[in-house]
């Protein structure tokens, strides 16, 4: 479906569909679970033997942006992150602090949140929620941490 889209998309605005482009759109694919860095795309194509530039992968990055096909996600820490834009479903995330995985979160649980700022009349056409905290497996570790100081 994301290739068939992506060139459609370059069809349309007279680009080529090159071989390195459908490898980026592939490296997010087979990575869907994941929130890819530009440097994380090149490091994977790197090893496994694709000989793509950096610069031709933070091109094709902006372009599957432009296009609709990536979500481009600020996590504070100073990287841009990427995900498959699904029209389907939304969803979010928790970022753990101290091993910095990201975990994603689905809509249906902030509905109340949702219901709440439009009873107070707030109108808003998208939302990134985000949530930083402690996940269960460091929480877990920390407390284990405590338990064998005492």
Known sequence: ?????????LKNKKY???PQRELVLKVFIDNESKHLGAED????LFSNK????KATVYRT????????LLRKIDFGDGIYRYELAKKEKMHHHFICKICGK?????????????K?????????EDFDFKIYGICPK????????SENKK
């Open 102 to 114: 990201i975990y994603e979160i689905e809509e249906k649980h902030l509905e109340i949140i949702k």
């Open 116 to 124: 709440e700022l439009l009873s107070q009349g707030f109108q808003f």
């Open 41 to 44: 795309v090149y490091r994977l």
């Open 138 to 145: 460091c929480s877990k570790k920390a407390k284990n941490k």
């Open 1 to 9: 479906m994301y290739i068939e889209t992506l060139k459609k998309e």
């Open 16 to 18: 080529r569909m090159t």
């Open 61 to 68: 990055i902006d372009l599957l942006v432009e296009f609709g």
């Open 50 to 53: 694709h000989t793509v530039s």
